[in-house]
Antibody, heavy 119, light 112 residues
Framework: QVQLQESGPGLVKPSQTLSLTCTVS??????????WSWIRQPAGKGLEWIGR???????NYNPSLKSRLTISQEKSTNQFSLKLTSVTAADTAVYYC???????????WGQGTLVRVSS | DIVLTQSPLSLPVTPGEPASISCRSS???????????LDWHLQKPGQSPQLLIY???IRASGVPDRFRGSGSGTNFTLQISRVEAEDVGLYYC?????????FGQGTKLMIK
């Protein structure tokens, strides 16, 4: 059973860079059967897809975040990461990492980590 | 972007009674392979979401058979045949046909 765990600072100052890492256990991020996503949820609001990375390194980003976003992977440690630059209070949210199957459904989610953007 | 519209947004249900949630898409989610790229997720209180239904109608592993997904193209429905107390939470439809993947607004199911 795959497990995903987000980690990173819970507090980021405005205009700085938000950096999160997702550690995957029970499965390999190198498997061609899956892709790896980031999704966020502001408090009391719905879910917003941030982007994804495939094992070969190709990525898809939400156009609303693309200019500030980088998703990368580190196969040696079975982790993938999110970097979001120039953050504002609007980026305050619970951030989830998740696994997607082939080109389709997200079938496993991390527990989520709250990131607050505040001075 | 593909817009998903769920209804109702709030759904009070008596235990043992059926429930139904609609998800309408601004574009067809049917791919040439015959599959609809529409999934349903449930976010129980205080938890991360969990996959219930994928490709429109396939129950994920471990999901009780009282959950049923149906529909094609732009109209989809999640039905619960007999609601149980453990089914409370936020239900989201999600499309993975094209990026950016998008979600419906969520439907809050509560027990009467």
């Amino acid at each position: 059973q795959v497990q995903l765990q987000e980690s990173g600072p819970g507090l980021v100052k405005p205009s700085q860079t938000l950096s999160l890492t997702c550690t995957v256990s029970g499965g390999s991020i190198s498997s061609s059967d899956y892709y790896w996503s980031w999704i966020r949820q502001p408090a009391g609001k719905g879910l917003e897809w941030i982007g994804r990375i495939f094992p070969g390194g190709s990525t898809n980003y939400n156009p609303s975040l693309k200019s500030r976003l980088t998703i990368s992977q580190e196969k040696s440690t079975n982790q993938f990461s999110l970097k979001l630059t120039s953050v504002t209070a609007a980026d305050t949210a619970v951030y989830y990492c998740a696994r997607g199957v082939g080109g389709g459904a997200v079938d496993s989610w991390g527990q989520g980590t709250l990131v607050r953007v505040s001075s | 972007d593909i817009v998903l519209t769920q209804s109702p947004l709030s759904l009070p249900v008596t235990p043992g009674e059926p429930a139904s949630i609609s998800c309408r898409s601004s574009q067809s989610l049917l791919r040439s392979n015959g599959y609809n790229y529409l999934d349903w997720h449930l976010q129980k209180p205080g938890q991360s979401p969990q996959l219930l239904i994928y490709l429109g109608s396939i129950r994920a592993s471990g999901v009780p058979d009282r959950f049923r997904g149906s529909g094609s193209g732009t109209n989809f429905t999640l039905q619960i045949s007999r609601v149980e107390a453990e089914d409370v939470g936020l239900y989201y439809c999600m499309q993975t046909l094209q990026t950016p993947h998008t979600f419906g607004q969520g439907t809050k199911l509560m027990i009467k």
